[in-house]
């Protein structure tokens, strides 16, 4: 079973980037199509971005689209989520998942096996 570490969460002014990194460990990263979800105080967690397990095709949430971009780096395990033009909706926890596909993209919560502890990303207004 794959485990998934998120980092470069924190604190940022409106308009501002950051980019967040999910690393995995215990099986490789490149087994898996991975995907960043988030959730903000008081709301469900919803999805951000998803990206497949060559990272050739990827997706994305209306919301966050033109401005995130996520990719991977199977040769070190790790998924990033480049975080440009943040705003303060873009408050959350960052969550990255792990989920068993052959080739495709993975859009759903519950398609996801695998999750990270999360990362806070708060962006001020």
């Known amino acids: 079973q794959v485990q998934l570490v998120e980092r470069g969460g924190g604190l940022v002014q409106g308009g501002g980037s950051l980019r967040l990194s999910c690393a995995a460990s215990?099986?490789?990263?490149?087994?898996?199509?991975m995907g960043w979800f988030r959730q903000a105080p008081g709301k469900e967690r919803e999805f951000v971005a998803a990206?497949?397990?060559?990272?050739?095709?990827?997706y994305y949430a209306d919301s966050v689209k033109g401005r995130f971009t996520i990719s991977r780096d199977n040769a070190k395990n790790t998924v990033y989520l480049q975080m440009n033009s943040l705003k303060p909706e873009d408050t959350a926890v960052y969550y990255c998942?792990?989920?068993?596909?052959?080739?495709?993209?993975?859009?759903?919560?519950?398609?996801?096996?695998?999750w990270g502890q999360g990362t806070q990303v708060t962006v001020s207004s």
């Open positions: 998942a792990a989920g068993a596909s052959f080739a495709g993209l993975l859009l759903r919560e519950n398609d996801y096996d695998v």
């Open positions: 215990g099986r490789a990263s490149s087994d898996y199509a």
């Open positions: 990206i497949n397990r060559s990272g050739g095709r990827t």
